[in-house]
């Protein structure tokens, strides 16, 4: 399969795209073509483990990379996992089914994706003959950064360089990727907002000055973003994986259709559900739920996408963000795959911070999503209710969606009894302050009191790589100006073998 860039232009292999992460004119990859997944070999997936699931559906995508190559990577991959499956489905009451994708090495829905790419990386650059060695250049609002760097660490032939916000992650978040391990990994915190991190990354992609740079010290540069197709193509797969439990389980029979609860802030999680529906997944509906920073919300009710508004620090920090990179892909679908016009509207958005679409657009919008946010205290009640209720904790992003479900169900019809899948994105120990506040009412300062708090509230297991945080010293502590040259300064210094500092010493 071939795939297009999103602005025009260019037509790559699989492999390129993955080690490209992004097309030359700021544009991101999309298929050629949809691949379609009838309904016998969505049989046949029943008979199949987690793994082998997902590598047939990345088989429909990355056919130069070959199936055998994906099933083994992806055995491999999951193998790190807590659980012998993936990516449980768990049944909540009545319609309402949760998928747990937080059983990973990092305890967050990117490790589905981000377990893998290393596998795929490697063997595109051994497909494409590419002898130099590979930059994984991130941002990260929280859970992606620990994710790539936990996936690359000490992978030869690459380098993982990460920036996230200052002050918009939780400390276990910034925990997790400041006591980073390997020799060939970097992490700095930007004084900004994730949106300045996302904008001075996209922009290095662009700048021929930084790759020209790169290039005289043997290096190319790739992403770990959901900007690269590489990232977001392992995340279809859980949708399909999900809706064939439902089946395996006699909740549903095939081609009944599932509405799906996407907590989302960059689109890439929810956009993978809506590739699902055009590959031939029976949905009915993606609800795409936002928090407090309600853009995307606002984008499915008005038809217009407006970044001129006040950014909001919440208690779900991986979806405090106004540029939603991914949209761009699902804008050029709806507008007949006009690269063009796809152009201008990005060209708008960066120059006048807003961009509308056509109401014939909007009518296909709304075929397919349901927009809604949810405030902190939305949040809050709905995370205690079915705790309350079912004794079932959740972290706060999946309370977001919870909130934003319970206000699409009031939209429905009373008698609509559709199954109804709530993607968990994150372990609800990575927060563990807020998820106690939200269950209890107790409010407590030290992360690592929350666990202990929360385990006593829950007898939730908390993961051994969140507890084990506490004793590990502290590696990564710089913090750069949110400042494009700086930032390159920075990631020049990595690359030059400047920056890699040791541990403090306890």
Known sequence: MYFISTRGGERVTGAEAIVKGLAKDGGLFVPEAFPCVTREEMDKMSEMNYPERAAFILSKYLDDLGEEFLKESCTKAYSTFESTDPAPLVKIDGGMYILEL??????????????????????????????????????????????????????????????????????????????????????????????????????LFASEKFNADLKAKNTLLSSANSINFGRLAPQIAYYFSAYIDLITSSQIEMGDEVDFVVPTGNFGDILAGWYAKQMGLPVRRLVCASNRNRVLADFFKKGVYDIDRNFFRTMSPSMDILISSNLERLLFEISGRNAALTAERMKQLAETKSYSVTEEERVKLDRDFFGGFASEDDTVEAMYEVFDEYGYPMDTHTGVALAVYNKYREKM??????????????????????????????????????????????????????????????????????????????????????????????
Request: aromatic fraction near 8%.
């Open 413 to 506: 019809e009373k008698k609509d009894e559709r199954p109804t899948v709530v993607l968990s994105t994150a372990n609800p120990y990575k927060f563990p302050q807020d998820v106690l506040y939200a269950l209890s009412g107790n409010d407590v300062k030290d992360s690592f009191k929350g666990i202990k708090r929360l385990n006593l509230l829950t007898a939730m297991k908390p993961p051994k790589a969140l507890v084990a945080l506490r004793y590990r010293p502290l590696r990564f502590k710089g913090v750069v100006a949110n400042d494009l040259e700086k930032m390159a300064a920075e990631v020049m210094k990595f690359v030059g073998g400047e920056i890699i500092p040791v541990p403090d010493q306890k």
């Open 102 to 203: 937080f059983h990973g090495p990092t305890c967050a829905f990117k490790d589905m994706a981000l377990t893998v790419l290393p596998y795929l990386l490697k063997k595109s650059m051994e497909t494409l003959g590419i002898k130099e060695d590979v930059l994984i250049l991130a941002a990260t609002s929280g859970d992606t950064g620990k994710a790539a760097l936990e996936g690359f660490r000490d992978v030869p032939g690459t380098k993982v360089a990460v920036f996230f916000p200052d002050e918009g992650v939780s400390k276990m978040q910034r925990l997790q990727m400041s006591i980073q391990d390997g020799n060939n990994v970097f992490v700095s915190a930007v004084k900004g907002n994730f949106d300045d991190c996302q904008r001075a990354v996209k922009n």
